[in-house]
């Protein structure tokens, strides 16, 4: 069974200023799905950021980015110009494709706080 | 833009009694599943559902536990019999089948408290 493991339960930020959430999963798969997830206080869940397994290339939306290292099994957001407004838990997840099942796997969360 | 929309938002019932939470998916989505997140923790999945049936569910979905596509558009989970621990908010997702753009497009969540 695949697991993901986030170390950092709580981190903070000065606005404008860059923070790396980190992010690791065990799995026997070679084909599999990465996300981050932003949950605001409305608990709402909100796509943050998605990286294929097959492609080398770390994936960026705007100010956020990956550093996917797969043979390390390692999946960071970057955070860069942080805004009040990315104050939020953020869960990293997992997902094999295939079987009739595309379920998350989800880690327990890193709750981040942009300070002003 | 097409999203999930669940219904209730919160949901307070008694110890003992059923409940149904509701769910509309993103019209096009092949994939249905709901987790559950108790206060605190983690989102945890309890159940898939494709093609009109059960793909996956995990260990939390007991007997307990049933979902319906009733109608072609709504994706219901009922819980029969709830208990305390049942108290957390539920999560209805869907997604498309077609790769690579599999994204789980999440509902606002049902917030459930069971007293």
């Known amino acids: 069974a695949q697991t993901v493991t986030q170390s950092q339960p709580e981190m903070s930020v000065q606005e404008a200023e860059t923070v790396t959430l980190s992010c690791t999963y065990d799995?026997?798969?070679?084909?599999?799905?990465l996300f981050w997830y932003k949950q605001p206080p409305s608990r709402q869940m909100i796509l943050v950021i998605r990286?294929?397994?097959?492609?080398?290339q770390n994936a960026t939306e705007n100010r956020f980015s990956v550093n996917f290292q797969k043979a390390a099994k390692s999946f960071s957001l970057k955070i860069s110009d942080s805004q009040l407004g990315d104050t939020a838990m953020y869960f990293c997840?997992?997902?094999?494709?295939?079987?009739?099942?595309?379920?998350?796997?989800f880690g327990k969360g890193t709750k981040l706080t942009v300070n002003p | 833009e097409p999203e999930v929309t669940q219904t209730p938002s919160h949901q307070v019932t008694q110890m003992g009694q059923e409940v149904i939470l509701r769910c509309v998916p993103i019209?096009?989505?092949?994939?249905f599943y709901w987790y559950r997140q108790i206060l605190g923790q983690k989102v945890e999945f309890l159940v898939s559902?494709?093609?009109?049936?059960?793909?996956?569910k995990s260990e939390i979905f007991d007997d307990q536990f049933s979902v319906e596509r009733p109608d072609g558009s709504n994706f219901t989970l009922k819980i029969r019999s709830t208990k305390l621990e049942d108290s957390a908010m539920y999560f209805c997702?869907?997604?498309?089948?077609?790769?690579?753009?599999?994204?789980?497009?999440f509902g606002q969540g049902t917030r459930l408290t069971v007293v």
């Open positions: 997702a869907s997604s498309h089948l077609l790769r690579p753009n599999t994204e789980a497009f």
């Open positions: 799995t026997s798969e070679s084909n599999y799905y």
């Open positions: 990286q294929e397994a097959y492609k080398q």
């Open positions: 997840a997992f997902m094999k494709p295939g079987g009739g099942s595309e379920k998350l796997v």
């Open positions: 019209s096009n989505h092949l994939y």
């Open positions: 559902f494709y093609n009109n049936e059960i793909s996956e």
